[in-house]
């Protein structure tokens, strides 16, 4: 990877808003511009993103405990907004929204990481037991992107440090997002075949902006910080009310 090296042009700043972005196009897809599939191909890119960032994030944070909180609290505030643009409620519980995904990925993170400072044979315990039951309780508090999302967070955190790390990424993202998880189908034709592939399976493709990453925040300004916070609830509010009040 040494030659993929000069393309390290990416700071988290720069991912951040190229997800967001990948997520508003997916949003869109769903609310105000059905039909155009194209657009929800490009969302499957977000999610992966904001998993890594979520890693990254969590190793580089002066405070755990502020972390969560303030993932915990915007997840609290985007409920509501995202049930508006994926049920048309207020209340649909059969659904929660990503940031609880990530809340519980995060206090896994934290068991796995108390491991890590233990040695190898407690490290492997951990991130065993984190696998378990962060799958489990992201299924059944059937957050977005469900365990499976859990696991995403994990990949990028267990192999953040090894050296060949983008082949275990690979191997990860492949099992998670390309065999683990169902969902639309894509139709490919080539060279007069036509392939099915699952649609998801398209978040692989996340790994090569994530891979331009070159390590360094980009903007430490808090209202930046927090407005990428605030898009989450922001944008899914105002679609639900271009559906509502524009387009009903």
């Known amino acids: 990877m040494k030659s993929f090296s000069k393309l390290k042009c990416l700071d988290s700043f720069q991912l951040k808003l190229l997800a967001?972005?990948?997520?508003?196009?997916?949003?869109?897809?769903?609310?105000?511009?059905?039909?155009?599939?194209?657009?929800?191909?490009i969302g499957r890119l977000a999610f992966p993103i904001f998993a890594f960032e979520i890693t990254e994030g969590f190793i580089?944070?002066?405070?755990f405990k502020k972390y969560l909180g303030r993932l915990f609290l915007f997840a609290l505030i985007?409920?509501?907004?995202f049930n508006l643009m994926f049920s048309g409620t207020i209340l649909y519980p059969f659904d929660q929204n990503v940031l609880?995904?990530?809340?519980?990925?995060?206090?896994?993170?934290?068991?796995?990481?108390?491991?890590k400072g233990k040695n190898i044979f407690i490290y492997l315990f951990t991130i065993l037991i984190s696998c378990i039951l962060g799958f489990i309780l992201g299924s059944l508090?059937?957050?977005?992107?469900?365990?499976?999302?859990?696991?995403?967070?994990?990949?990028?955190y267990i192999f953040h440090d090894q050296k060949y790390n983008?082949?275990?990424?690979?191997?990860?993202?492949?099992?998670?997002?390309?065999?683990?998880?169902?969902?639309?189908?894509?139709?490919?034709?080539?060279?007069?075949?036509v392939f099915e592939i699952s649609q998801?399976?398209?978040?692989?493709?996340?790994?090569?902006?994530?891979?331009?990453?070159?390590?360094?925040?980009?903007?430490?300004?808090r209202t930046l910080r927090t407005l990428c916070y605030a898009f989450y609830p922001a944008h899914m509010l105002i679609l639900s009310l271009i559906v509502i009040y524009v387009l009903h």
């Open 20 to 41: 967001m972005l990948f997520m508003l196009c997916d949003h869109m897809w769903g609310t105000i511009v059905p039909g155009n599939q194209w657009m929800t191909i």
């Open 60 to 63: 580089k944070t002066t405070s």
């Open 78 to 81: 985007s409920e509501i907004p």
């Open 100 to 115: 609880f995904t990530f809340c519980i990925a995060l206090i896994f993170l934290r068991f796995m990481q108390w491991g």
């Open 141 to 156: 508090c059937m957050t977005d992107f469900s365990g499976y999302g859990v696991l995403t967070v994990f990949v990028f």
């Open 166 to 193: 983008w082949i275990f990424q690979l191997a990860g993202m492949l099992c998670i997002h390309a065999y683990l998880m169902t969902g639309m189908i894509l139709i490919l034709p080539l060279a007069g075949h």
């Open 200 to 221: 998801q399976s398209v978040a692989v493709l996340s790994l090569l902006f994530i891979w331009m990453y070159n390590g360094k925040p980009g903007t430490k300004n």
